[in-house]
């Protein structure tokens, strides 16, 4: 068991080490961040001081090489475009994005679950055949163009929600809430309904389809057999086995939400970890791009992480390496 | 804690619930300000917010005319070419309250110079600045510069004792990853004192009552509420919604929403940048093309056969919507050097582009690579599209490389490119600022934007000479002799001149300035 959570630790290292590697290699063809630190007027002579002093010079290897020593002791270097440390830059934004994904998440399982319960209990129902069709929109239209269609609607035309940013913020010490004030929530809306929407529909579709095969099994007959409510049986006995898959899918769900908010970020001006990652790839930004990367790579490997010892804990056979 | 969350919740909730100050200027644009240290960038939207605070001894009103800010007349010594006098505004306070003297002078256009400083390129001339009395500063530079005015509109003037009491006498390394106080608080003469900041987000301004120029100027707008939406669409959106009352940057095809809805406008006006092709001349060979040991676009007849194919009508009403001015130089209107001959636009003429490519020995065309940006300029990539078809015409293949803007401008100052777009805006007015950086051969100091691989010793000549000539005619002579062999080479295939569009709800009132800097003390709320 041990030695199996110990090979999981290293493999996860592994593919950290691996990502940095790669995202450092790929810095090389974003383009030079010497054009935009310094202006048109710029000499030679400073963008040669400015290449030396930003080790720009080195072999992409080196650079990979000093990021990670600095970055094992806590230094992520410091934003080209701001100045400032880029985690400190990064950790500013972290609870934006937090707040939003948080909040996606939670819509896209409530509604995704209700829904998907409501469709597998009335197959055949208009209503259901209603939401499985305009469900194949939140799976098929690009999330940029759901965000400015919604943007047009309710900012322009109704006047109901505003079209861009967090609204008014509250401060806890270094966390920042949108949650506690009435603009902070009427901004939360569109960006959290265009975020969660594709996994709305995920989760729906998943719980409809598991929900219909768990309805056919024998122990469900057996209970109306036995006389039980339809509401005992389908809200005690199936829904619960219905959930198990779709927690574990839902849980690495939330990590893809957080990591592919840029664009509803961008589309919405949310001051999150995703609009601060599209700006520095525009301005080369490196010291940013690769903390972000580090930090979502991270993120994912956490989780798939946790999963696995889930698993582990879960089922016996996948333990000390039999079956592996 | 729990009674502050409750007051500040309380506190936000009537804000948002009350309405805005009929005098607040809800004020959105692409991109933010990237430091509040005045001297530490050279770049639009961080001088533009700087423009706000902090005032320069002479500036550029919205029409482009000089004006004085912090100093009252100007002009060069009687007694010594060398040396320009500036008499200061008496009677200026900074935020803090502190008195503006010549030694803040002193102190601001030193810091300026210093090696951190991304203003020092426009300051080289200066060897010397002392201060003559307390409202009199002379600038010492290294032979007569009469152009030394327009290099000195986005140089702010501090306060040195503030400075030094907060440790930011130097300018922030941003290259080094510094902050400072000044990076991040600022104290300056202007018409609004800051009042927050969240980068990237918000940034508040509200009215210097104790402005010097608080009769003088409309001042209409008593708080600025600035806030970055990089997104096009989302922009428009939030002028549409009523979000925002100004915005810059509409995209062109957006303009005709924007200007049909009640109650907004839009207004343009043309911009100071110049878009063109340049093609490397210099080079025996080029990497990019298909033609074997010679290079075609040495030939001046290839190069003239390429500018009558550019059908700049068809580009102006198709790509642009309209929203550009056709060129025949590669100077903006607004540019001393500038002449209506010289900048109209040559007309089509494929026939005639056709023989001289057959007279070339290039009947049969050739392949080469075009270069050019897709983030940079209005619609930069469709230009380089219409412009792959026109080439076709005079059977020139086209192969089009966009790139975004922090790839495609090394390929240009590393002479990686053969064939580029560039566009150009000239902050000095004056045509030497083009003819360094465009015309004169590629040295330590000059030419770093030059491409073409064009050299020619008289025209450096004449160039270095421009920094130093005193008789205006005869400067002006020069200037418009390096013209002309610049367009009997044509050195560059000029395209159009942008045009600047603003939207704005129809209570407010200005006009577009030409370097996309609103300076909203000009601006009239009705």
Same mark, same amino acid.
């Given at each position: 068991?041990?030695?199996?959570?110990?090979?999981?630790?290293?493999?996860?290292?592994?593919?950290?080490?691996?990502?940095?590697?790669?995202?450092?290699?790929?810095?090389?063809?974003?383009?030079?961040?010497?054009?935009?630190?310094?202006?048109?007027?710029?000499?030679?002579?400073?963008?040669?001081?400015?290449?030396?002093?930003?080790?720009?010079?080195?072999?992409?290897?080196?650079?990979?090489?000093?990021?990670?020593?600095?970055?094992?002791?806590?230094?992520?270097?410091?934003?080209?475009?701001?100045?400032?440390?880029?985690?400190?830059?990064?950790?500013?934004?972290?609870?934006?994005?937090?707040?939003?994904?948080?909040?996606?998440?939670?819509?896209?399982?409530?509604?995704?679950?209700?829904?998907?319960?409501?469709?597998?209990?009335?197959?055949?129902?208009?209503?259901?055949?209603?939401?499985?069709?305009?469900?194949?929109?939140?799976?098929?239209?690009?999330?940029?163009?759901?965000?400015?269609?919604?943007?047009?609607?309710?900012?322009?035309?109704?006047?109901?929600?505003?079209?861009?940013?967090?609204?008014?913020?509250?401060?806890?010490?270094?966390?920042?809430?949108?949650?506690?004030?009435?603009?902070?929530?009427?901004?939360?809306?569109?960006?959290?309904?265009?975020?969660?929407?594709?996994?709305?529909?995920?989760?729906?579709?998943?719980?409809?389809?598991?929900?219909?095969?768990?309805?056919?099994?024998?122990?469900?007959?057996?209970?109306?057999?036995?006389?039980?409510?339809?509401?005992?049986?389908?809200?005690?006995?199936?829904?619960?086995?219905?959930?198990?898959?779709?927690?574990?899918?839902?849980?690495?769900?939330?990590?893809?939400?957080?990591?592919?908010?840029?664009?509803?970020?961008?589309?919405?001006?949310?001051?999150?970890?995703?609009?601060?990652?599209?700006?520095?790839?525009?301005?080369?930004?490196?010291?940013?791009?690769?903390?972000?990367?580090?930090?979502?790579?991270?993120?994912?490997?956490?989780?798939?992480?946790?999963?696995?010892?889930?698993?582990?804990?879960?089922?016996?056979?996948?333990?000390?390496?039999?079956?592996? | 804690?729990?009674?502050?969350?409750?007051?500040?919740?309380?506190?936000? @909730?009537? !804000?948002?619930?009350?309405?805005?100050?009929?005098?607040?200027?809800? #004020? $959105?644009? +692409?991109? =933010? /300000?990237?430091?509040?240290?005045?001297?530490?960038?050279?770049?639009?939207?961080?001088?533009?917010?700087?423009?706000?605070?902090?005032?320069?001894?002479?500036?550029?009103?919205?029409?482009?005319?000089?004006?004085?800010?912090?100093?009252?007349?100007?002009?060069?010594?009687?007694?010594?070419?060398?040396?320009?006098?500036?008499?200061?505004?008496?009677?200026?306070?900074?935020?803090?309250?502190?008195?503006?003297?010549?030694?803040?002078?002193?102190?601001?256009?030193?810091?300026?110079?210093?090696?951190?400083?991304?203003?020092?390129?426009?300051?080289?001339?200066?060897?010397?600045?002392?201060?003559?009395?307390?409202?009199?500063?002379?600038?010492?530079?290294?032979?007569?510069?009469?152009? @030394?005015? !327009?290099?000195?509109?986005?140089?702010?003037?501090?306060?040195?004792? #503030? $400075?030094? +009491?907060? =440790? /930011?006498?130097?300018?922030?390394?941003?290259?080094?990853?510094?902050?400072?106080?000044?990076?991040?608080?600022?104290?300056?003469?202007?018409?609004?004192?800051?009042?927050?900041?969240?980068?990237?987000?918000?940034?508040?301004?509200?009215?210097?009552?104790?402005?010097?120029?608080?009769?003088?100027?409309?001042?209409?707008?008593?708080?600025?509420?600035?806030?970055?939406?990089?997104?096009?669409?989302?922009?428009?959106?939030?002028?549409?919604?009523?979000?925002?009352?100004?915005?810059?940057?509409?995209?062109?095809?957006?303009?005709?929403?924007?200007?049909?809805?009640?109650?907004?406008?839009?207004?343009?006006?043309?911009?100071?940048?110049?878009?063109?092709?340049?093609?490397?001349?210099?080079?025996?060979?080029?990497?990019?093309?298909?033609?074997?040991?010679?290079?075609?676009? $040495?030939?001046?007849?290839?190069?003239?056969?390429?500018?009558?194919?550019?059908?700049?009508?068809?580009?102006?009403?198709?790509?642009?919507?309209?929203?550009?001015?056709?060129?025949?130089?590669?100077?903006?209107?607004?540019?001393?050097?500038?002449?209506?001959?010289?900048?109209?636009?040559?007309?089509?003429?494929?026939?005639?582009?056709?023989?001289?490519?057959?007279?070339?020995?290039?009947?049969?065309?050739?392949?080469?690579?075009?270069?050019?940006?897709?983030?940079?300029?209005?619609?930069?990539?469709?230009?380089?599209?219409?412009?792959?078809?026109?080439?076709?015409?005079?059977?020139?293949?086209?192969?089009?490389?966009?790139?975004?803007?922090?790839?495609?401008?090394?390929?240009?100052?590393?002479?990686?490119?053969?064939?580029?777009?560039?566009?150009?805006?000239?902050?000095?007015?004056?045509?030497?600022?083009?003819?360094?950086?465009?015309?004169?051969?590629?040295?330590?100091?000059?030419?770093?934007?030059?491409?073409?691989?064009?050299?020619?010793?008289?025209?450096?000549?004449?160039?270095?000479?421009?920094?130093?000539?005193?008789?205006?005619?005869?400067?002006?002579?020069?200037?418009?002799?390096?013209?002309?062999?610049?367009?009997?080479?044509?050195?560059?295939?000029?395209?159009?001149?942008?045009?600047?569009?603003?939207?704005?709800?129809?209570?407010?009132?200005?006009?577009?300035?030409?370097?996309?800097?609103?300076?909203?003390?000009?601006?009239?709320?009705?």
């Amino acid at each position: 068991m041990i030695y199996s959570i110990l090979k999981r630790a290293v493999q996860s290292v592994f593919v950290l080490l691996l990502v940095g590697l790669v995202a450092f290699s790929m810095f090389r063809f974003v383009g030079d961040p010497v054009d935009n630190l310094l202006g048109q007027e710029r000499t030679e002579a400073d963008i040669e001081r400015v290449r030396q002093e930003l080790g720009l010079n080195d072999p992409f290897v080196v650079q990979y090489w000093d990021f990670l020593s600095n970055a094992a002791r806590g230094d992520m270097g410091v934003s080209f475009r701001q100045g400032r440390p880029a985690m400190e830059v990064i950790l500013e934004r972290v609870p934006a994005t937090l707040e939003l994904a948080l909040v996606s998440a939670t819509f896209a399982m409530t509604l995704g679950i209700l829904l998907g319960i409501y469709t597998a209990i009335h197959r055949k129902s208009w209503i259901s055949n209603a939401i499985l069709a305009i469900s194949l929109i939140g799976v098929s239209l690009p999330t940029f163009l759901i965000g400015i269609f919604l943007i047009y609607i309710f900012a322009v035309e109704l006047g109901w929600l505003p079209s861009f940013g967090r609204g008014d913020v509250v401060d806890f010490g270094w966390w920042s809430t949108g949650l506690l004030t009435w603009t902070g929530l009427k901004s939360l809306i569109l960006p959290a309904f265009t975020l969660g929407l594709y996994q709305l529909t995920l989760i729906m579709r998943l719980v409809r389809s598991e929900m219909s095969e768990v309805l056919k099994q024998d122990y469900i007959r057996f209970a109306r057999a036995r006389g039980l409510s339809e509401r005992a049986i389908n809200f005690r006995h199936a829904v619960k086995n219905t959930l198990i898959p779709v927690v574990t899918v839902a849980g690495l769900q939330i990590g893809s939400i957080i990591a592919f908010a840029i664009i509803t970020e961008t589309v919405f001006q949310w001051p999150g970890i995703g609009l601060l990652f599209i700006n520095s790839i525009q301005f080369v930004d490196i010291p940013i791009m690769a903390s972000y990367l580090m930090l979502i790579s991270v993120m994912f490997v956490v989780i798939n992480f946790a999963v696995d010892l889930l698993y582990l804990a879960i089922d016996p056979r996948l333990r000390d390496g039999k079956g592996a | 804690m729990r009674t502050n969350l409750m007051v500040s919740v309380t506190v936000a @909730l009537l !804000a948002s619930t009350s309405f805005a100050a009929a005098n607040t200027l809800h #004020w $959105a644009r +692409a991109g =933010d /300000s990237l430091t509040l240290d005045p001297h530490a960038q050279n770049e639009g939207p961080t001088h533009a917010l700087a423009q706000q605070i902090y005032e320069p001894l002479v500036l550029r009103d919205m029409t482009g005319a000089y004006e004085g800010a912090l100093a009252t007349d100007w002009g060069p010594s009687p007694d010594d070419p060398n040396v320009w006098i500036f008499n200061l505004r008496e009677g200026v306070t900074f935020h803090d309250g502190a008195d503006f003297t010549s030694e803040d002078v002193v102190f601001s256009i030193t810091r300026a110079q210093s090696e951190d400083s991304d203003m020092k390129e426009l300051l080289n001339s200066i060897v010397e600045v002392r201060a003559d009395g307390d409202y009199t500063v002379e600038f010492v530079t290294d032979g007569p510069n009469p152009i @030394l005015p !327009a290099n000195l509109t986005n140089l702010f003037m501090m306060d040195r004792g #503030w $400075a030094e +009491a907060n =440790d /930011s006498v130097d300018v922030q390394d941003i290259e080094g990853g510094e902050v400072t106080f000044a990076s991040l608080n600022t104290n300056g003469t202007g018409p609004y004192i800051l009042v927050s900041r969240e980068p990237d987000v918000r940034t508040v301004l509200t009215l210097n009552e104790d402005y010097w120029g608080i009769d003088m100027f409309p001042l209409d707008v008593t708080e600025i509420i600035y806030t970055p939406i990089q997104n096009a669409a989302t922009r428009v959106a939030a002028l549409l919604s009523g979000e925002v009352d100004f915005i810059q940057d509409v995209p062109v095809q957006d303009l005709d929403r924007v200007a049909s809805t009640d109650g907004l406008e839009v207004i343009t006006a043309p911009q100071n940048r110049v878009i063109f092709f340049g093609m490397n001349q210099g080079a025996a060979d080029l990497e990019a093309d298909d033609v074997d040991g010679a290079n075609p676009l $040495a030939d001046l007849r290839v190069r003239q056969a390429m500018n009558l194919a550019i059908n700049r009508d068809a580009i102006q009403q198709i790509v642009m919507r309209d929203q550009s001015e056709p060129a025949g130089m590669i100077a903006p209107p607004f540019v001393n050097g500038w002449t209506a001959e010289l900048d109209a636009a040559v007309s089509t003429d494929i026939a005639a582009a056709n023989a001289l490519m057959e007279e070339a020995g290039y009947g049969d065309g050739f392949s080469i690579r075009l270069d050019c940006p897709n983030d940079r300029y209005i619609n930069d990539e469709a230009i380089c599209q219409a412009a792959v078809g026109m080439m076709a015409q005079i059977g020139i293949d086209v192969n089009l490389a966009a790139r975004p803007k922090a790839q495609h401008f090394p390929l240009i100052t590393n002479d990686e490119t053969d064939f580029y777009m560039l566009g150009w805006g000239v902050p000095t007015y004056d045509s030497e600022y083009i003819f360094n950086f465009l015309v004169h051969t590629r040295t330590e100091n000059r030419g770093s934007w030059n491409g073409t691989g064009y050299t020619n010793e008289d025209i450096d000549a004449m160039i270095v000479s421009l920094s130093s000539e005193t008789d205006l005619d005869v400067r002006n002579a020069t200037i418009a002799s390096i013209w002309e062999e610049v367009q009997a080479e044509t050195l560059y295939l000029p395209v159009h001149h942008q045009v600047l569009n603003w939207g704005m709800a129809d209570h407010v009132e200005t006009i577009v300035d030409p370097e996309d800097q609103p300076r909203f003390k000009y601006f009239v709320l009705n």
